[in-house]
């Protein structure tokens, strides 16, 4: 057994696997690495493929799909590895793109989890949505990235390559030390899909560890493979587990406060999208809303395990504010001292 463990999940992915499983298998060493395919019950014929063609790569069947959450869970608790990368099936990468990441954690023990430099893999000089050179969270929950604000994004030229503590790591190319994902209870399967690696990035740090960005790895990353940036069920389920993860991770004294402002902004949002007649959307919104009430008293007990509430690394202001009034359309210009530092 390697001491790395290279997971992608896949659930009716026979597209991506053709495309970019070939630059894993090529481009991951063998000597440190096992590539391992779960399998979250996919009926076409992806199983088949990787055993015709890559009979190398290892495979975890599922018999149903149990989401980004419960199928990382599932397969995790099966193997041995010191570390394990959860790698999109969307994701091409480059030669020399694991070994970085392996000796930083290697030399780095106090950091539990870290990611590459994603890049846009239809557009290589620019980051990806999904992560860019490691991502951050603003006052009310709101995420973005050194690389991308909202839905502006970056050229990459260079200006985030150094290695740095981010708040969360993206979950498209995510690499763990597997005991500490056993022993937070990996990523939450209450949230299906959609940020639970950000909801377990910041358990990490509430036990101390940090989360890295080591933009010396980079890899190339298609995004929305599973569900398109546009689709109403990704936005909802956003809208949703944002409220969740903050109802679980925020100290009690910023919670309630936090949680009004959110929902009220949440509110002028679905108007927003009402009045545009994206009536899909609206919908979205409100189902959002009502599985969170729904969900809440779970959440709030799910905060009695956590012992102390971290914030280290949270943007103090409103990213939606600093983007839209004040102009500040990259990270570059965001101020470093508006950044929770203790």
Known sequence: MNRVAVIILNWNGITFLKQFLPSVIANTPAAIADIIVADNGSNDESVQHIKATHPSVQIIQFDRNYGFTGGYNKAISSINHEYTVLLNSDVEVPQGWLEPLVAEMDKNKEVGA?????????NKDSFEYAGASGGFLDKFGYPFCRGRILSSLENDNGQY??????FWASGACLMVRTRLYRELGGLDSDFFAHMEEID???????EGYKVMAYPQSKVYHVGGGTLPNNNPRKMYLNFRNSLLMLTKNLPKRLL??????????DGAAGIVFLLQGKWSFFVSVLKAHRDFYKMADKFIEKRKSISKHSTLGLYK??????????????????????????
């Open 114 to 122: 870290c990611m590459p430099k994603i890049i846009a893999q239809q």
């Open 161 to 166: 390559d150094n290695p740095t503590p981010v």
């Open 200 to 206: 377990f990035c910041w358990r990490l740090q509430h």
């Open 256 to 265: 309630f406060r936090t949680l009004f402002i959110r929902m009220i902004l």
């Open 317 to 342: 202001k409103s990213i939606i504010l600093s983007y839209v009034v004040k102009g500040k359309k990259t990270f570059s210009r965001l101020n470093k001292a508006d950044f929770i530092e203790k």
